[in-house]
């Protein structure tokens, strides 16, 4: 992916712990790297067709400026949030942000904060068997479509499966959407969560019935396994509940674990079935 660089950007702020800090204020460095694609700007030589650095420039001294932080991780978080979100072709960014005079005894050079973040491609499974399920759906992807850190949300239509692992209830409304999400994939799943109890769900019964369920499919071509999550999602190869809606806004999502798309998983489960 082509980069935009600005380097050592000199902005005079008050970001720090101590009082003096926010009283006296001091200078910070910016280095900023701009992750975006140029081609078309540099066939056509057109601004238009490109990311403005000097409106960039413009925004990052506004969020050093008009805010108070105690710290530069916050203060770097939130030039990368404001330039990824006012800036559609930057689909990342690397932030480093220097205080050369940060109180510290010792002889020193400078300390900064360098961070990464950006948008990245997320599948989530939508499922309901409780209530207005259709209704539980539709909010859950209003909020998902709402939040400031989602984006370029398409949804599956909903289609009525028969209940998966404990089949002693009523049948289920099951879809899917693809979006795109400035969330790490753990931050993706608290929000998934937090919207889910938001929807009055209880886990009571292991695959149970549920108002809402949200499951995280695949983020990127990441794949993730620890306490709190797998991603892929591991039992998606054998539901063609969740193939399928997945299929019909997806069909060429690669699968890293597998190696194949969702396309042909859900040819192979239903040839099998």
């Not at 292991?206 to 499919?217: E, K, Y």
């Amino acid at each position: 992916m082509d980069k935009i660089v600005i380097e050592e950007l000199r902005i005079f702020a008050r970001h720090g712990v101590f009082e003096f800090e926010n009283e006296q204020g001091q200078y910070f460095y910016v280095n900023a790297v701009l992750y975006t694609d140029t081609e078309k700007a540099g066939m056509l030589d057109e601004l238009e067709c490109s990311t403005d650095y000097g409106s960039v420039c413009a925004l990052i001294e506004k969020v050093m400026t008009e805010n108070t932080y105690k710290l530069i991780e916050t203060a770097a978080q939130s030039v990368a949030e404001a330039i990824l979100l006012s800036f559609g072709l930057v689909r990342k960014v690397d932030i480093e942000i220097r205080k050369p005079e940060a109180p510290i005894k010792q002889e020193f050079g400078s300390v900064s904060v360098r961070i990464s973040r950006g948008w990245h491609d997320a599948v989530i499974a939508l499922g309901s068997n409780m209530g207005d399920s259709r209704k539980y759906i539709e909010e859950a992807v209003r909020k998902i479509s709402e939040n400031r850190y989602i984006r370029d949300v398409r949804c599956s239509g909903l289609i009525v499966t028969k209940p998966y692992g404990y089949t002693e209830q009523a049948d289920f409304l099951n879809g899917a959407l693809i979006c795109r999400t400035m969330y790490s994939p753990h931050a993706l799943l608290h929000f998934m969560q937090e919207t889910e109890l938001e929807a009055d769900r209880r886990r009571e019964i292991h695959w149970g019935p549920r108002t809402l369920d949200l499951d995280l499919i695949f983020y990127d071509g990441e794949i993730i396994s620890d306490a709190e999550l797998t991603v892929p999602h591991p039992d998606m190869k054998n539901r063609l509940f969740v193939l399928g809606p997945i299929k019909e806004i997806a069909p060429y999502y690669w699968h890293p674990v597998y190696g194949r798309t969702v396309a042909q998983l859900y040819a192979e489960l239903e040839d099998n079935d």
